[in-house]
């Protein structure tokens, strides 16, 4: 993911609201400051000095450099998602600061909030894992009792290479006669591309919706969530004149087994099914989401991982140096990108200022020009969607369809 990064900005971006605005808020941060050092995941940085090995992480300070405090034009809602779409091109140096925390206080209108109160946002490396991991150590910063699981990497020798390759392709032909008898379900179909998948151009949108828990029911919240995202874009791709039928998402998973990386989880492509009426589409959708869990738990994945494993960094850092960002595909796994984070419970604040909401926003890509997130906290489930006006036009005219579809 670092070296990707380099390549493909990849930086993560958790917002939280906060119900309040704290009187000292020089003196929250400094706590907040406290509260990061204690954090392994928040206290150190990339090395990637020796060329010849894979990056390092090593120690580094959290100073005050780390928090930004923003002074809005218009201290609202909508102004503060504005400012934020603007920091998405502002990208971090892993090497000096992994991550940094964009406070804006005195924002009017967050949903949950009467009255003014606090967003933080925190910007963070994606060597450092999606919103699924790194909102545990967010949590921490805030205050939340308990500890983060810590995380060591599984690397192969390299000389390790041409066994563990051989173990790869015995099975994978395993995976693929199982695949013919019946016995693991079909990888999923690639799509072609909409006008989602353009490059993004245009303005760049940022905006969420947002539900109590209670009313995303009759299946998972993400299920629920995708559904929703299903019928709306469907009909917004409509009357943009694009036929929707074979829409598609590409989901986040996380990968069966214990972590064994920052960023444990896959893509997959899953279909939408906007032409099923909505209880059909959420049964569609959970059965397709299942048969593409029970393929990734075939063991010729783990073999394929443990292969990777152990190739060369300076293979791997001259193979992703060769990637070209503005190549265009001729398919795609999905039209749109969906993610889902669980925050846990909220059981954290800023100050004293309890949370009331989470959200995160997935980046866009040059294949890729709208993503959503379903992030909750509490009983509060947001669905995030960052869009470019060349992947959906109207995005206000997008989120009334959705608000209405959910």
Known sequence: MFWMSSRMPNDTFLLYGFDGVPVDLSGVLAE???NARTSPD???????????????????PVDEFRFVVHDLDQA???????ALGELVDAQLDAQLAPWRLHVFPGVEGIPGVTGAGT???????????????????AALMFGRQGAVAPVVPVYGHPAMLPWRSIEAARAHRQLVAD???????????????????????????MRTVVRDRAQLSGATVTVCALAGISEALAG??????????????????????????????GTVGV???????VQQRRAAIAAELAARRERAAHPAMRASERAFAATPAPLLRWGIGQFN??????????????????????????????????????????????????????????????????????????????????
């Open 76 to 82: 609202t809602w909508p102004g503060c998602l504005a």
């Open 271 to 277: 279909g939408l099914q906007p032409s099923l009426p």
């Open 119 to 137: 967003v933080a946002v925190l910007q963070i490396t994606h060597a450092l894992g999606g919103g699924g991991r790194t909102c545990g150590p």
């Open 325 to 406: 960002p503005d190549a265009r595909s001729a398919t795609v796994t999905g039209n749109t990108v969906v993610s889902s984070v669980n925050c846990g419970a909220a059981d954290f604040s800023f100050g004293g200022m309890p949370v009331r909401l989470a959200a995160a926003f997935p980046g866009l890509s040059p294949m890729v020009g709208l993503t959503h997130c379903v992030t909750g906290v509490g009983d509060t489930i947001s669905i995030s969607v960052f869009g470019a006006e060349s992947a959906i036009g109207d995005v206000d005219g997008y989120i009334e369809r959705l608000e209405a579809a959910l």
């Open 32 to 34: 907040l400051a406290a």
């Open 179 to 205: 695949t013919e008898a019946g016995r693991v379900p079909p990888a999923a179909t690639p799509r072609l591309p909409l006008r989602t998948n353009d490059r993004p151009t245009g303005v760049r949108s």
């Open 42 to 60: 928040l206290s150190q940085r990339i090395d990637d000095s020796a060329r010849l090995h894979y990056p390092a992480w090593v120690p580094a």
């Open 236 to 265: 917004q791709l409509r009357e943009l004149g694009t036929d929707p039928a074979a829409l598609g998402a590409e989901v986040t998973m996380a990968k069966s087994g214990p972590r064994q990386a920052y960023n444990h989880f």
